[in-house]
């Protein structure tokens, strides 16, 4: 008797073993055809059954790039039932064609036994019919959603500590009335009248200046200037001055340029390769110094998050070396890394160099 009983328990335990979900698409490319860029988004829907004999929960449903978004069953669908996965294209500034996919992974036992397991990919497709180009685009002006724009919120500028710079924006009025435009809450370091009207269909150019001896640092800054105005769609504008201040050694004698320290890094390039998702592993680099004063690295700047950097010193005696630590940040990222870590030092000759990092996140 005990011995059947034991047979039967291996029994239902060999059932079980086989029993798990499975997913089954009923189409995994969705073509939207021509659609044109002015249309708004799009949505295209694939269902699914689950075909096994457990019920099947969808684990990760992640869009392939930033314009497409995805709803989804998001409860447990039991064997032979079916759900759904709804994908969202904006084709708005997207024309021409484009063919993008969703990564899908269940709750089947191969994703949980094997981490490399591939997941399932479904496609959206379609071709973008380009749109007429609006008033603003006509007159060069491509950003923001209002009648007060700026040409190019994006304003680069490069200067010594020593000096002051001046940078021009443009800025036009489609409006029908006029409108201030002041910024607010602005650096002491950069400076602007005050106050400027603009008068409607009226184009101007704006002058700001930039002082890097007020600003008194060194290496490379992102300013915000905020900007009010009279605009009923976008009454405040965002201008984004983007400055590379290197240091003045102009008035440097032929004895100290002799003395200056003299910076090199080794390697400059720091490959990482393959790295597995959800990890942080590190790399290091040598900055070295081969003069005779003590060489200050100024700043350490990465502007990628998927890169950071520390240094054990910010100044190292002549003929002597810092050590950098880089670490690739692997969490919610995947495929090719790349990014340049950008290094200010004291060094009258190489006083800005930079360090270039590379990796590949497995999916």
């Known amino acids: 008797m005990k011995k059947l009983f034991f047979c039967f328990v291996m029994f239902i335990s060999a059932l079980s073993l086989f029993a798990q979900p499975a997913i089954q698409f009923e189409s995994t490319t969705h073509d939207f055809g021509t659609i044109k860029e002015e249309g708004g ?19 990760g449903v992640k869009p392939g790039c930033g314009c497409t978004a995805a709803d989804y069953t998001k409860t447990p669908v039991a064997p032979g039932q079916k ?15 484009f063919n993008k996919n969703i990564r899908v992974t269940t709750n089947e036992p191969k994703f949980s036994e094997d981490p490399n397991t591939q997941p399932y990919l479904i496609y959206i497709k ?15 002006y491509k950003n923001g959603t209002g009648d007060i724009r700026i040409k190019d919120n994006n304003v680069k500028v490069e200067l010594l500590n020593s000096e002051s710079k001046t940078f021009t924006i443009q800025v ?20 602007i009248e005050k106050k400027i009207t603009i008068n409607p269909g009226e184009e101007i150019d704006i002058n700001f200046k930039y002082d890097a001896k007020l600003k008194g640092e060194i290496g490379n800054y992102r300013e915000i200037v905020n900007i009010q105005t009279d605009d009923a769609t976008e009454p ?24 200056a320290p003299k910076a090199s890094i080794n390697p400059a390039v720091l490959d990482f390769g393959k790295v597995d998702k959800n990890t942080n592993p590190t790399l290091e680099v040598k900055v070295n110094n ?11 700047k990465s502007p990628s998050t998927v890169f950071t950097v520390v240094s054990d010193k910010m100044e190292i ?22 990014s340049v870590i950008e290094i200010f030092t004291n060094d009258p000759v190489n006083s800005a160099f930079f360090l270039n990092c590379k990796g590949e996140i497995s999916q």
């Open 236 to 259: 405040k504008l965002v201008l984004f001055v983007e400055a590379v201040i290197k240091e003045d050694f102009s008035n440097f004698t032929p004895k100290q340029l002799q003395d």
């Open 83 to 97: 759900g759904y996965i709804d994908a969202t294209y904006n084709p708005y500034n997207r024309p021409g064609n």
């Open 317 to 338: 005696p002549g003929n002597g070396f810092a050590t950098l630590t880089v670490t690739l940040v692997s969490k919610n990222r995947r495929g090719t890394q790349n």
């Open 126 to 140: 379609g071709n973008v019919e380009k749109r007429a180009p609006t008033k603003y685009e006509n007159a060069g």
């Open 172 to 191: 036009m009025n489609f409006s029908e009335k006029p409108s201030v435009f002041e910024p607010i809450n602005m650096p002491d370091f950069i400076t």
């Open 41 to 59: 988004k799009v949505t295209g829907k694939f269902i699914f059954m689950n075909t096994g004999d457990q019920d099947l929960l969808l684990t």
């Open 290 to 300: 081969a003069g005779k004063s003590p060489l200050i690295i100024r700043q350490l």
